[in-house]
């Protein structure tokens, strides 16, 4: 019965399952991290061979931590460290132990250089894949530094046009219905270098689709020449980022590369619902356990 109430918890905001079974909000929290704590050991320690690696803001303040996920049992392994600094990486690889680490075929990243320092030293035989998302979330900042400078440029009409397009301009088109597309439309035909910048970043995702790196090479050089007399800066800049992270990127066209590149930020998205849902989260230990039990099987 124990068991049933706290996985209940796992299902329902624990609010609810107190009220309903008339219990204290910290009788059900104990009762959920119990059963948490049981799920995990079932599992055992983890041993992958293929996994995610990003950072999550647990409150305001640049206050981070990391979360490591199997990218082919598609769960959750590790949350930990301090900050996103080399050393709160090597936490991860102590835990998992020497012996696992250097079985990690590939690592999935972003272009965060003290995650990468540590794979390369702890995990030496892993591969090293940049993931598309935050590569395009990049191009995303880029875009919109061009949006601003436009906006701080213009005037009149064209200046009313781009105000508060922000997220108009940076969703992608397929998310777009009635009156945010018409405005999309109307920026767009208004204005020629937002015009070029928003159809150089929505070509640009191409590059993943390439199964041979000289092919997505061809691809990247003639997207970087095509900048030439565009007067647009923020992506002069980002090409120079893809050029010195190319190897992390174009890792992506090796067959034994293809790996799932939006669980990790599928993840994500579920961390903050959980995040804004529960109660209690504030407890680090109560955080760590509802993001590693979040995809496992109930007992």
């Not at 990003?54 to 990391?66: A, L, Q, V």
């Not at 900048?227 to 890792?251: C, N, T, V």
Request: overall charge positive; proline content about 3%; charged content about 30%.
């Amino acid at each position: 019965m124990r068991a049933t109430w706290a996985g209940a918890v796992a299902l329902a905001p624990s609010k609810d399952v107190a009220a309903e079974l008339h219990l204290d909000w910290q009788t059900v929290k104990r009762l959920e991290m119990d059963y948490m704590r049981e799920q995990l050991q079932r599992i055992g320690t983890p041993g992958p061979q293929v996994v995610g690696i990003d950072e999550i803001s647990i409150r305001k303040g640049h206050s981070y931590r990391i979360v490591v996920s199997d990218l082919i049992r598609r769960r959750p392994i590790w949350f930990g460290g301090e900050d996103r600094s080399e050393a709160s990486m090597d936490e991860f690889y102590r835990f998992l132990g020497e012996k696992k680490a250097q079985r990690i075929r590939l690592t999935v990243m972003d272009m965060w250089k003290p995650f990468r320092n540590s794979t390369q030293k702890n995990a030496p035989r892993s591969a090293i894949l940049f993931d598309k998302f935050h590569v395009m979330k990049h191009l995303g900042e880029a875009l919109d530094k061009v949006r601003k400078s436009e906006y701080a440029r213009l005037q009149g009409k064209q200046h009313h046009f781009i105000k508060g397009q922000k997220y108009t301009l940076l969703s992608h088109p397929q998310n777009l219905t009635g009156t945010a597309h018409k405005n999309l439309k109307r920026l767009l035909a208004a204005n020629k270098r937002l015009n070029t910048a928003y159809l150089l970043k929505e070509s640009f995702g191409q590059l993943w689709d390439y199964e041979r790196e000289a092919w997505a090479r061809k691809f990247f050089e003639n997207w970087r020449a095509s900048l030439r007399w565009q007067r647009l800066s923020p992506y002069e800049k980002f090409a120079e980022m893809i050029e010195r992270h190319w190897d992390g990127i174009a890792a992506y066209c090796h067959p034994e590369n293809k790996v799932s590149l939006g669980f990790v930020e599928g993840l994500n998205n579920k961390i903050r619902v959980l995040q804004r849902r529960a109660y209690g989260l504030r407890d680090e230990e109560y955080l760590r356990l509802k993001i590693l039990a979040s995809m496992l099987p109930q007992i």
